[in-house]
């Protein structure tokens, strides 16, 4: 058991390394972001308007779409998508659980994200957070997702691991080992993270 007591992170390697990312995968950052950029815009966006993970590229869309990312407390207020708490508690007993994420463009966003798993993720080491641009150099057995990018690089980089990605329009073109059941049904497509894990990747 990691983080309640003491500062000793005690790693049992007989159990499997789990890379969790937190923006779309564990945390709602699509919710508030769409809203904040719709309102500016004067309409209103879903997340099926978003076909392409790049946001900028998406019909309605342009670079300013980046700005709500630069605003302070971004991070910090992101809702848990709902049962990826309750599945993380889960896999912290059955798995090594790591939770890898990349900083925005607002270097207040790392604090953020450290303090964020604190409060909702209190059961994960605060020494299991891997901030990074570069999770293709990050090892691991599985690796969770939402960006069809890094599906695509960290599977590139770890031929052994298994990439598990919840299933958005916008990563429609990814081809990992295993897809969720729709966004639309969070609960239901971490249940299947768990079962495809606890199972061994089968
Ligand atoms: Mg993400």
Request: proline share 6%.
């Amino acid at each position: 058991m990691g983080g309640m007591s003491g500062d000793w992170d005690e790693v049992d390697m007989s159990k499997p390394l789990v890379l969790v990312d937190m923006d779309g995968v564990c945390a709602d950052l699509m919710t508030p972001w769409l809203l904040a950029y719709g309102s500016r815009k004067n309409r209103l966006f879903t997340v099926e308007d978003v076909r392409n993970f790049k946001m900028e590229t998406n019909a309605g869309f342009d670079d300013g779409v980046y700005e709500f990312l630069r605003r302070d407390g971004v991070f910090a207020d992101l809702r848990p998508i709902p049962g990826a708490v309750q599945a993380l508690r889960h896999l912290n007993d059955t798995a090594n659980v790591y939770i890898c994420s990349t900083p925005s463009r607002n270097p207040a966003s790392a604090t953020e994200k450290l303090r964020w798993c604190g409060r909702h993720l209190p059961f994960i080491h605060r020494r299991r957070l891997i901030l990074c641009a570069r999770k293709d150099l990050v090892r691991g057995d599985y690796l969770i997702e939402d960006s069809p990018d890094n599906v695509r690089d960290w599977a590139l980089a770890n031929p052994q691991g298994k990439t598990i990605l919840i299933d958005y329009p916008y990563n429609a073109c990814a081809s990992p080992s295993y897809r969720t059941c729709s966004y639309q049904k969070p609960e239901q497509a971490w249940d299947e993270i768990v079962a495809f894990i606890d199972g061994g990747g089968r």
